[in-house]
T-cell receptor, first 114, second 113 residues
């Protein structure tokens, strides 16, 4: 069983389109995250939800909107896609009391905007 | 959040011990030191975590001096499959729950025959 699963794995789309990436975790974790990894391999946190409540919102354009229907799911919707949005997006989850050891990452969604 | 500094890349040969050192001069009292491993086309994977002194598990050892301003990840007898990027992080537990991990540039370890 995949602990943190993301769909789709690859996404190629044109500028200006709207797309969504879905994430689900079956670990029973309370907190979920979205990270962005750019071409230089820097991993940056974008959002974090704890029990469906937004607790971290880094400096991310308003075009990015996370949604957490329940604590097992955290989806990412992106409006008006731009070339600079091309990256690998990772979903992750952790226990509420985690100090950094309990992160489980998904395998990533490679987004290419053309 | 404490910033970390680690070598950009390291090369090694199969069977050797590899030590990757990370500097975190402004680590806070409550911060833990955590190492993650990332293979190409995969998400990072937890390796080991420590607060002070030495921690050992089935994968690696983590050495942390008394001042905690640096740490060293030790991989015994590496193999080709250990070729990956290794990230050193210091984590701070947030009041509202969850944890905001800040990843640095990581160290690209290349293991050859």
């Amino acid at each position: 069983d995949t602990a943190v699963s993301q769909t789709p794995k690859y996404l190629v789309t044109q500028m200006g389109n709207d797309k969504s990436i879905k994430c689900e975790q079956n670990l029973g974790h309370d907190t979920m995250y979205w990270y962005k990894q750019d071409s230089k391999k820097f991993l940056k946190i974008m959002f974090s939800y704890n029990n469906k409540e937004l607790i971290i919102n880094e400096t991310v354009p308003n075009r990015f909107s996370p949604k957490s229907p329940d604590k097992a799911h955290l989806n990412l919707h992106i409006n008006s896609l731009e070339l600079g949005d091309s990256a690998v997006y990772f979903c992750a989850s952790s226990q509420d009391q985690g100090t950094g050891d309990g992160y489980t990452f998904g395998s990533g969604t490679r987004l290419t905007v053309v | 959040l404490a910033k970390t500094t680690q070598p950009i890349s390291m090369d090694s040969y199969e069977g050797q011990e590899v030590n990757i050192t990370c500097s975190h001069n402004n680590i806070a009292t409550n911060d833990y030191i955590t190492w993650y491993q990332q293979f190409p086309s995969q998400g990072p994977r937890f390796i080991i975590q420590g607060y002070k002194t030495k921690v050992t598990n089935e994968v690696a050892s983590l050495f942390i001096p008394a001042d905690r301003k640096s740490s060293t990840l030790s991989l015994p007898r590496v193999s080709l499959s250990d070729t990956a990027v290794y990230y050193c992080l210091v984590g701070l537990r947030l009041t509202g729950g969850g944890n905001k991990l800040t990843f640095g540039t990581g160290t690209q370890l290349k293991v050859e025959l």
